[in-house]
């Protein structure tokens, strides 16, 4: 496994964000991203809280915001369609320095934007804080089936093989003078698509045969799954805690 | 199309994720059956290809590209059962390791992409395989069209999500007209890019190709799409697209069981009288100049399908450039 313990977006680091069992980050991260998508969109206070609490998180691991804010560009489509909103949506208009906006549209954009970034940053989070075989045997913890972490597994120790076996043939190609601009121009990108599923699928097979020449009697090793301990979940359960008391209140109120 | 956290309310993303749990689960179990030990490296490094597959560009037109979304490819390559299990697999590490979709929508994203793509893409694939003659050419032209399909499909799951659950206020005809549009152009590249994939792993490996070994396909010497049969392929999907925005969405809205409200060139219509917007060349249900009122909504319709056609595909451009800045460190 040498060489995948890291990926893209895994910052080194020692904190206590980062030392914490993967299953108890996984199982915050999932009831907190739950607290934020039920938040009632009115309750501005309860945003704020959130986002107290993701920043607080991101303190905790020493994450750079600007590590976080250029990560968070791949939400760039989805804000442009928040902000498509109030022009399309129907309902009560109110007026804007001579533009006539879709009230329901302004929430809804306010909406998504909202949540979508704090879930985003709330990943980022996770995937900061967590290797690869962590987060796996993390997720094996939690009944995640077996054959779906192997695969996932495999999936990413092999990802750069390919991703550069992919490079390496686009590479030969614009050597050769390729220059594709126009759909029909395509196939050499399909014939190499082609190509690269023949080798990814004979390299699966010499990965099996390597393996088994290795004894690999049909189970993969565990994973050193430690068993997370109670004070450990009380800490990472803290975060969502906070986040659900805030949504009870907004709800409640 | 990764679905964000919040853009979906949480009950039906909940919902969503129930869905994708028991569909999963049932794929696992019959995947399972031919998946032996052998096969889970295999699989990771399918999984792997699809993920690469997708981080890659096409040219659409000049300066311009797609990408493949895999589904129905992965169906024909290595089977249904298993192409499930790996196509939602790479949704799942898209969402953990990359923060590519949300949490909460993680359910919804495996539905639209790991399941609905590479069911409806099979199925299709099946029912044309049915009545088309066993051979090399056939594949690729099944396979085409049942890519299409799936795309067009998944992008009807994202509106069947919205129409439950979705938070916004755009009227579910807008968003009907803008996804299935913009994605039957979507799914031409998509088809013909399949094809291209399969035609070139039959010409080298036919017995890697699940969808050929099934039909006692053992043989393909350069198949590939006619010219002829490309062009009707473009042209299909481009008139389809068409139908979908200036016929099926403004009937849809003018359907009274609940799909109530406005398409996007009606909602300025409706506002015309007292609003600036009123004054943009798409209100009042047509083109400014143009006066009949019939070709005025289809023109309408076609301008907004090349407008939201060119912002998708800018905004698909805009994605894969910063990811591929993060991924290629």
Known sequence: MSGTHTHALFVHGHSHLHRLPASTKLGALGLFVLAVVLTPRESFWAFVVHAVLILSAMWLAGLKPGFVAKRLVIEIPFVLFALFLPFVAGGDKLDVLGLSLSIEGLWGGWNIVAKGTLGLAASIVLTATTTVPDLLSGLERLRVPRLITSIAGFMVRYLDVIAGEMHRMRLAMLSRGHDPRWIWQAKAYATSAGALFIRSYERGERVYYAMTARGFAGQMPTFDAERATATEWMGALLLPAVAWTAVAVAVLA | ?329
């Not at chain 2, 799942?92 to 399941?115: E, K, P, R, T, W």
């Not at chain 2, 069981?257 to 004054?279: C, H, K, N």
């Not at chain 2, 076609?302 to 894969?320: C, D, E, P, S, Y």
């Open chain 2, 1 to 329: 199309m990764h679905i964000p956290d919040g853009f979906i309310n949480g009950v039906t993303s909940l919902g969503a994720g129930v869905v994708a749990v028991s569909g999963l689960g049932a794929s696992l179990r019959r995947a399972g059956k031919e998946l032996q030990d052998r096969q889970i490296p295999l699989a990771g490094l399918i999984a792997a290809f699809v993920f690469v597959l997708q981080m890659l560009n096409f040219p659409v037109v000049a300066g311009m590209s797609g990408h493949l979304l895999g589904g129905a490819l992965a169906a024909i390559l290595i089977g249904p059962w298993m192409g499930m299990v790996v196509v939602s697999v790479v949704v799942i590490v898209q969402a953990l390791l990359f923060a590519d979709g949300g949490i909460s929508a993680l359910g919804l994203n495996i539905v639209n992409m790991g399941l609905l793509t590479v069911l409806s893409g099979w199925l299709a694939y099946r029912l044309l395989m049915a009545v088309l003659p066993k051979k090399a050419g056939s594949v690729l032209l099944a396979g085409s069209l049942a890519a299409w399909f799936s795309v067009v499909v998944s992008s009807l799951g994202f509106v069947g999500e919205y129409a439950v659950g979705g938070a916004g206020g755009a009227s579910l005809s807008t968003v009907l007209a803008a996804m299935s549009g913009t994605h039957s152009l979507i799914g031409i590249g998509e088809g013909l890019i399949t094809a291209g994939v399969l035609g070139s792993v039959l010409a080298v490996r036919p017995d890697l190709v699940h969808g050929a070994r099934l039909f006692g396909i053992r043989h393909a010497d350069n198949a590939e799409l006619s010219r002829r049969a490309v062009g009707a392929f473009i042209a299909g999907g481009i008139a389809v697209a068409i139908l979908l925005v200036t016929v099926v969405a403004p009937r849809a809205s003018s359907d009274p069981d609940g799909l109530e409200r406005v398409a996007i060139d009606q909602g300025f219509a409706d506002t015309a009288s007292e609003q600036p917007l009123g004054d943009t060349p798409l209100s009042e249900y047509g083109v400014a100049g143009v006066e009949d009122e019939q070709l005025g909504t289809v023109l309408a319709g076609l301008i907004g399908l090349g407008v939201t056609f060119l912002a998708g595909v800018g905004l698909v451009l805009l994605a894969r450039r910063s990811r591929g800045r993060v991924e290629s460190r």
